[in-house]
């Protein structure tokens, strides 16, 4: 389970209750990340291959789990779930994942959508998705040669803060600039809230809150509601029944203490704005809006702070609880080729610059360069142009690894070139394409080998040797032009190569995968077996009730005993402990047995009370064809005597039918099986009228026209003659 009802069991179930699956994923054990999720973490971490996992009691047996498993089977539900309410299966998907979220990141995002069987078309950033429901509903954006309008959309939410100053034109959206603290958020507040009632407790109550993870867990609930609270009044109550050691914890603060407690968050909420304006390199003036979203901006104190800066008032025109959810459905529309929305290009920014390193050859001036700089637009790509002789190697790497979330690796993946042969008088010009794709995720293209063209031999042009410098806008980074260029032709010859990156291993995912499925079979077979339980348990207490009451007169007495006696057995074996915890089986087995038994008294219950209403039914039908036929009437002069009989015929003998059986039936006593069903009865109505209504519907043959030839001048008028004729028919 998720969400409020997962929060509600995690009281009782801490250990195997797990969180911060977006901070997880993606990470190491040993990233100085998880040390600080370890704070908001009840559940006990380990390493499953070279990620962090978590280590649970799963069906009674300690198991563990990467991160990008849970959050596959997050996924997995909140599929099921969107499923259930659509009553459609759900393949397509786009994911919205936080700014600051690097390639091991989004691709880790992507293999767990993948063992989801989810196809993920697209991830998006947080604040882009945002900024992308925004824009696609203003209709008054300026045009694409005007000033763009900028947005700051500013989202602090449970854990992290991040701001993107978004320019929009007609069409379009430009995300200028992002920054972030990623330790920023509602929970922050309340940990600090949590450890100035834990001191006090100390003191007034001489209990240790600290010491006691149920205790803990239960103040910081306790916290969260007063922080709500301290929103919208200046003081706020908090209590907390029988915390601990049998006290009832009772407190309050005033508004003003709670920020004084969180002094050292509310120091550090300028630093991204002031951030992202030097990056877009636009003034606050500049800004036309400041849009918050998340949860946490409803802080007075925040939004006072925010709003001081910016000089101006914020906006709150968004959904905090639903924008990035409406932004990533909207994008996850415009890609899917079944759905029609406006087109709304959205295109986002680069936070952490990326190299690519090579091994030196021969004429090499530089070993690397930062192809994808801060800034560089998404998606975006860049070729990239080697001379050589033989094959080589590429690798993709952060450029500053200092400026990363946590201890991430800065390695992002490596590409070798092959099939080059040495040639003859020198090396040879080989283009590699590198691409940022839409998801922020760098994936290697073709690569090509470049030669001159055979017949013009005297275009003996100097090979470009460098890769050149990478373009500070645009799609193309490599060839200066070179002076003889436009007269030289070229072949190009696409050249095998391989590329690895921090994606999961094909054979892991699809392990993965089998596991979540049979995960996801034993979880429903669970569900089946609480729900055949459930079912027995209700037959059980219905055929008590019903034995007294709906169904008394329709069974004899031994056999209602034998009912009884069957029914208090299964009752009594519920209680027991195997019938406690059985298997699905064994639920369905007393079920069925309860139903031999029960089912046959519920259809002569049933049958008692459907039978009038299938024989009045019947009735009307053999009487209102009865009438037809016999009505003489002109509509019916055209059919046939023979015919008008038949149907006279097919009446009187349902009447026959239904008078017999209805007669036998009536000397049965209630508690036997019926002579007759309403199913018959109705089945018989259906025959009648299966014979009657083709002869009673015959359409009656068209009156011979008078034919009047039109005079030839009036062929206007002539024209209408048959649709009026056309009318009369059909008022007939
Ligand atoms: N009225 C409020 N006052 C202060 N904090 C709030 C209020 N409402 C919600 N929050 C906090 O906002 C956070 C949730 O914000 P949300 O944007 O939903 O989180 P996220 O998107 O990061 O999951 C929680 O820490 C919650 O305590
Ligand atoms: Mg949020």
Redesign the pocket.
């Known amino acids: 389970m998720i969400g409020e009802s997962a929060k509600t069991q995690e009281t009782s179930n801490f250990r195997n209750t797990v969180g911060s699956l977006k901070r997880l994923i993606g990470r190491t054990l040993e990233d100085s990340d998880i040390e600080i999720e370890k704070k908001f973490l009840s559940a006990e971490l380990c390493k499953v291959g070279n990620t962090v996992g978590v280590s649970v009691d799963y069906l009674g047996e300690k198991t563990e789990f990467s991160a990008t498993q849970l959050y596959a089977m997050y996924l997995g539900k909140l599929r099921d779930t969107a499923a259930a309410e659509t009553k459609a299966a759900v393949n397509d998907v786009v994911i919205a994942v936080p700014v600051w979220y690097t390639e091991a990141q989004r691709r880790a995002v992507i293999d767990a959508a993948d063992i989801a069987g989810l196809n993920p078309l697209r991830l998006i950033n947080d604040t882009t998705a945002t900024a992308l429901g925004y824009g696609i509903t203003k209709t008054d954006l300026p045009a694409v040669e005007e000033k763009p309008r900028y947005i700051a959309f500013v ?6 803060y991040s701001v993107s100053i978004v320019a929009f034109n007609k069409g379009q959206l430009v995300v200028k600039a992002t920054a972030f603290d990623r330790h920023f ?3 922050d ?2 940990y600090a809230l949590v450890q100035h009632f834990a001191d006090e407790f100390k003191t007034k109550y001489k209990i240790d809150v600290r010491s006691n993870p149920k205790a803990l867990f239960r103040l910081s609930a306790a916290v ?1 509601k007063l ?2 609270i ?3 009044n200046a003081v706020a109550p908090l209590s907390v029944e029988s915390i601990m050691n049998d006290v009832d914890a009772s407190s309050a603060l005033k508004r003003e203490e709670f920020e004084a407690l969180i002094a050292p968050v509310l120091e550090r909420t300028l630093a991204p704005l002031e951030e992202a304006l030097k990056l877009a390199g636009i003034e606050k003036e500049d800004i036309d809006a400041v849009e918050l ?4 901006t ?2 007075p104190a925040l939004k006072s702070r925010i709003s001081d800066y910016f000089g101006r008032p914020l906006s709150f025109t968004c959904n ?2 639903e924008a ?1 959810a409406r932004g990533a459905t909207l994008a996850c529309a415009m890609l899917s080729p079944v759905f029609k929305v406006r087109d709304f290009t959205t295109t986002d920014t680069q936070l952490f610059p990326i190299k690519f390193v090579w091994d030196k050859a021969e004429g090499d001036e530089e070993t690397e360069l930062v192809a994808f700089a801060q800034g560089n637009a998404i998606p975006s790509t860049k070729v990239l142009s080697f001379s050589r002789n033989g094959p080589f190697e590429l690798e993709a790497r952060y450029a500053e690894p200092a400026g990363l979330p946590g201890s991430i690796n800065p390695w992002i993946g490596k590409f070798t070139v092959k099939n080059i042969t040495p040639k003859e008088g020198g090396k040879q010009l080989v283009k590699v394409k590198a691409k940022l794709d839409l998801s922020g995720v760098l994936t290697f293209g073709e690569a090509t080998l470049v030669e001159d063209a055979p017949e013009e031999p005297e275009a003996e042009v100097p090979m470009e040797t460098e890769p050149a410098p990478a373009a500070a806008e645009g799609e193309i980074a490599a060839e200066p032009a070179a002076p003889a260029k436009k007269a030289k032709k070229t072949i190009k010859t696409a050249l095998p190569t391989v590329a690895g990156g921090s994606a999961l291993d094909g054979s892991l995912v699809s392990d993965y995968r089998e596991k979540e499925a049979s995960m996801a079979a034993s979880d429903k077979l669970v569900l089946d077996t609480e729900d055949r339980k459930n079912a027995l348990e209700e037959y059980v207490y219905d055929i008590r009730d019903k034995l007294e009451g709906q169904w008394k007169k329709y069974v004899n007495g031994a056999d209602a005993d034998a009912l009884r006696a069957k029914a208090s057995e299964s009752e009594d074996w519920l209680y027991t402990e195997e019938g406690e915890d059985a298997t699905k089986s064994a639920y369905v087995e007393r079920l069925d047995g309860l139903k031999q038994l029960g089912e046959p008294i519920n259809l002569r219950f049933r049958e008692h009370e459907e039978r009038p209403k299938a024989t009045a039914a019947l009735r009307e039908v053999i009487t209102g064809f009865q009438e037809k036929a016999q009505s003489g009437d002109d509509k019916y002069s055209h059919i046939e005597e023979a015919k008008l009989q038949e149907v006279i015929e097919a009446c009187a003998n349902a009447e026959a039918w239904l008078g017999n059986k209805l007669y036998s039936q009536q000397e049965k006593a209630l508690d036997v099986k019926p002579v007759i069903t309403s199913a018959e009865i109705r089945k018989k109505a259906e025959e009648v009228s299966n014979v009657c209504i083709p002869i009673m519907t015959k359409p009656k043959p068209k009156a011979p026209k008078v034919e009047v030839p039109p005079p030839a001048a009036e062929e206007a008028k002539a024209e209408d003659a048959p649709m009026e004729e056309a009318k009369a028919e059909e008022l007939d």
């Open positions: 989202d602090i939410g449970h854990s992290d958020g509602g929970r507040l309340d969260e922080k709500k301290l929103s919208a979203i998340g949860g946490t409803r802080v905090q609880e990035i």
